[in-house]
């Protein structure tokens, strides 16, 4: 089995406990993930760190609309880039800061991710993603005809710009990445699922306005390193079915088939179980790895096999 593990984090990796969203709370909060993530490096893997990034996202574009008439709008893969570098530097310091307290020395880098998605995809003909910030029906309509864009509702809120959020093809830089892992390297990658574009016959690159899901990034990320293992982390120790019910019952091992049945059967969630089980789903039915679904605070025991829910062939 290959040393590498893929370990994607969410939004809840750069929330403080306390839920404070400022600049010093979301360092803080990626100094306690780094903490877990850590661990896994220190037990041998050789780790690639993946990432949310959308409050963040959300920021910078709310920030871009409130100074539109003094500097120009920013596109959303400037966004995504930005948020990278940004998001980035905070994990960089964290693991420095982390190794350096535990004396081990191993270097750090973040990659600036591209990831390729297919132009035809279905989903630019029916954009669901909603990004930036809530606004009347006039004020986005004026907005749209504008800028071009697709906008949804949000019952009882409002009005928001919304994008599509097609699949991932090929993550870009992936090379850049395997050869920062065979030098020693955590690396940090594919953040918000990475900078969409597309390639025509030569080979020649374009942005695209969309989002990429960032557990189905960094499945395929797995896929393309051939990782040893791919973690998604949650907000709850293990994966489960009937959640939140009296008969819940909690899953440690989950083989392919039983996945695919639970999920024909509505058990997760579209918006918050559903696309991580996905996601490690398409990683081992294309690996001979390990995949795995737990909380941050259980990473470094889910990959010694001793928590969270393992999906794995049979």
Known sequence: ??????????????????????????????????????????????????????????????????????????????????????IGVMFQRAFINELSRRGLKKPV?????????DPADKAFANPTKPIGSIMTKDVADALARRNGWSLMEETGRGWRRCVASPQPREVIEVETVRALLDSGHIVIACGGGGIPVVSDAAGTLTSREAVIDKDLASSLLARQLKAGKLLIATAVPQVAINFG?????????????????????????????????AAVMEYVTACNGEGLITDIENMGRAIAGEAGTRIVRG
Do not use: C
């Not at 690639?48 to 008439?69: K, W």
């Not at 019952?249 to 969630?269: I, N, Q, T, V």
């Open 1 to 86: 089995m290959s040393k590498v593990a893929v370990i994607a984090v969410g939004g809840n990796a750069l929330a403080s406990e306390g839920g404070g969203t400022s600049i010093p709370d979301q360092a803080l909060a990626a100094a306690r993930t780094a903490q877990y993530v850590v661990d896994v490096a220190a037990a041998g893997w050789n780790v690639v760190l993946t990432h949310g990034n959308g409050p963040q996202v959300g920021y910078i574009l709310r920030r871009s609309e409130i100074a539109a008439a003094e500097v120009p709008v920013v596109p959303m893969d400037y966004a995504t880039a930005d948020t990278q570098g940004a």
């Open 109 to 117: 880098a973040t990659v600036v991710t591209q990831v390729r998605v």
């Open 245 to 277: 019910k009296p008969d819940v019952k909690w899953l440690s091992r989950l083989p392919l088939a039983e996945a695919a049945r639970y999920m024909d059967e509505g058990h997760f969630g579209k918006g918050s179980m559903g696309p991580k089980v």
